[in-house]
């Protein structure tokens, strides 16, 4: 699997703003990708030594339309610690 196919997007809330502050950023992952392959994508592609994942499945919301029901699907969300002496990611830089 590709390292782009693992991360597939940052997550940016204001929780998630508020935790890049302890070195801790918040991704949308592949379901199917591990703690390892996601400590080492985040590493190539960004630079940044990291010390731990920790990984959520997130369950799709029930959504209605009239009578029709539905659910959002579900997906994979990992928040990533880096080392206290590695560089911070620049893509949350500005988003403060």
């Known amino acids: 699997m590709n390292k782009f196919d693992i991360i597939k997007r940052p997550i940016i809330t204001e929780k998630s703003m508020d935790i890049t502050e302890e070195k801790k950023y918040t991704f949308e992952v592949d379901k199917n990708a591990t703690k390892p392959e996601i400590k080492k994508a985040i ?25 029709s029901q539905g659910r959002r699907p579900a997906w994979k969300k990992a928040i990533v610690k880096l080392k206290e002496d590695s560089k911070d990611i620049e893509f949350f830089e500005g988003m403060e």
């Open 43 to 67: 590493e190539e592609i960004f630079g940044v030594d990291v010390e731990s994942v920790n990984t959520m499945n997130m369950y799709g919301k029930l959504k209605r339309q009239g009578v």
